[in-house]
């Protein structure tokens, strides 16, 4: 009987159609307020998200206003929870958004690095994004391009509510565009009407040296700004050890191995360095450098505040192995090119 009404439905929304003058890219939404399908993300009304005008600039050499029309229109569904004044969080809302992924906006940048000639490898850039009103929030360019799930940051155009079947509690909606993480826990980072996007690298130089062998570093400096504000020499006693299994598979490269990562969470590590801090998880990044030099830029947000449990960890090896003692194992990325060596320094902001 559930396929019969849903057949007829879909005819009378069909005919519906025919009667009415040719449009460009029309759009038919089907609400299943009866849930006669098994998607649990289309049961409620969606509405429309005003885009403002979106402009991206910094290191590229073709900036510019980002043109909408030829981009596909992704989802993303979200639970959004803020920061509260008492230090703890407040739930917001549970809602599916459509829009456009910062993916798709920047797939075609082309970029112009300002310290390509130290370091030429795109891993240490990120963006930041603002709106009129002076909020900024930042991503790695990592977080981005190269996660196991692509397109989970949208800009969003459209948002849907996703109501609990038993309470049917409704949600204050949005009433303009806005930015969605749906990898973020804490979601600081969903500012309203952006309007321009900023690429940039990392604005710290390091020693470069292609192909060190053998390297070593056995302690990692932490740097807030350029001052040096704590040594890891060694892993605290009782942190928690993790172990991932993995294919380990690099963008040049291909196929490293498939043997298991073991160590404890970064965050874990340098938290007493860079608290939670509202101001952080928008804005906050960090950039991570080995004795070669090579070195990633990873927005605070990505290393404090996911939601998918892939966390990125700190290894440490035997005393004076190669590419010991330090190394960063970057548990959500597809490649594993953000994967450092003998980690020699830690940057917090810039």
Same mark, same amino acid.
């Given at each position: ?19 009415? #003058? ?69 739930? %917001? ?42 909020? +900024? ?14 397109? +989970? ?22 009433? %303009? ?16 009407? #952006? ?27 932490? &740097? ?21 299994? %993995?294919?380990? &598979? ?23 360095? &860079? ?40 290894? +440490?090896? #035997? ?30 902001? &810039?």
């Amino acid at each position: 009987m559930k396929k019969i009404v849903f057949a007829l439905i879909s005819l009378a929304l069909l005919a519906s159609c025919n009667q009415q #003058p040719a449009i460009e890219n029309p759009q038919i939404q089907f609400i299943d307020s009866t849930d006669m399908t098994n998607n649990f993300y289309d049961n409620t009304e969606t509405f429309d998200l005003p885009v403002a005008g979106l402009t991206v600039e910094g290191e590229v050499a073709n900036p510019g206003k980002v043109d909408f029309a030829g981009l596909p229109v992704r989802s993303v569904i979200v639970k959004e929870t803020l920061l509260d004044s008492a230090g703890g969080d407040r739930f %917001t809302g549970a809602y599916r958004y459509d829009g456009y992924s910062l993916f798709d906006i920047l797939e075609k940048s082309i970029i112009r690095k300002a310290n390509a000639e130290e370091f030429n490898s795109i891993i240490d850039l990120f963006i930041e994004i603002e709106n009129d009103k002076g909020d +900024k929030v930042v991503f790695s360019w990592g977080e981005i391009f190269y996660p196991n799930v692509l397109h +989970k940051i949208l800009i969003a155009k459209s948002v849907s509510r996703i109501v609990p079947s038993k309470t049917k509690e409704l949600w204050v909606l949005p009433v %303009t565009s806005k930015i969605v993480v749906s990898g973020d826990l804490i979601t600081e980072r969903n500012i309203s009407d #952006p309007s321009k996007i900023t690429v940039r690298s990392f604005p710290k130089s390091f020693n470069t040296i292609k192909g060190l062998s053998p390297m070593y570093a056995g302690k990692i400096s932490v &740097y807030e700004k350029n001052n040096e504000v704590g040594v890891i020499e060694s892993l605290p006693a009782e942190i928690n050890v993790i172990t991932y299994n %993995t294919i380990f &598979y690099g963008r040049g490269k291909g196929i490293h191995s498939t043997t298991p990562f073991t160590g404890v969470m970064l965050k874990d590590v340098i938290g007493k360095f &860079y608290p939670v801090s509202r101001a952080n998880l928008q804005s906050g990044i960090i950039c991570i450098a080995g004795k070669d030099g090579y070195r990633s830029a990873l927005s605070y947000s990505e290393i404090f505040n996911r939601n998918d449990q892939q966390e990125i960890l700190l290894i +440490k090896t #035997p005393e004076n192995e190669d590419g010991g003692l330090f190394r960063m194992f970057t548990a959500g990325d597809f490649f594993s090119d953000r994967a450092i060596k003998s980690v020699s320094s830690i940057c917090l902001g &810039y």
